[in-house]
């Protein structure tokens, strides 16, 4: 039996071609706590895990060094909170996710709820994960 929920992640999958990510986390400051925890999970996992605290210089222009690490991934996590519904940022960075997801090369991304705010109708219908339970970031809880 399993003591914690990540001895059942399945190991990353080399990077692709051209690829220097395997996972992309979007999410606003605000939630910038809670995304750390999932990015040292993750990291642990040994996945290569884009946060952009640790990946961009401040010298890079913002959302050109976005779009380049997104581009550069395999995968995407958009980490949801109430906050997330009056950002254009978060619905331009989103309709990135999703354009990326339907060209038909191999990227994923899903939904990540921090709180207990509704999934609005543009993110309901994709794959979500709620975490509302857990504030303080995904924990490495026994099974």
Known sequence: MAKNWTDLAPAPAPLAEGKSWHVFLSYRSVNRRWVLALYD???G????T???QYALTAAAPLALSLGEALD???SGILVWSARNEDSEWCKKENAKLETM???GQG???VIGRVDSSQVPGFAAAKLWIDF???PEGPAEAAC
């Open 107 to 109: 990227f994923r991304y």
């Open 72 to 74: 550069a991934s395999q």
């Open 132 to 134: 509302s339970e857990q």
């Open 101 to 103: 997801e339907n060209a």
């Open 50 to 52: 884009f946060l952009d």
């Open 45 to 48: 996992l040994g996945y290569k």
């Open 41 to 43: 999970i993750l990291n």
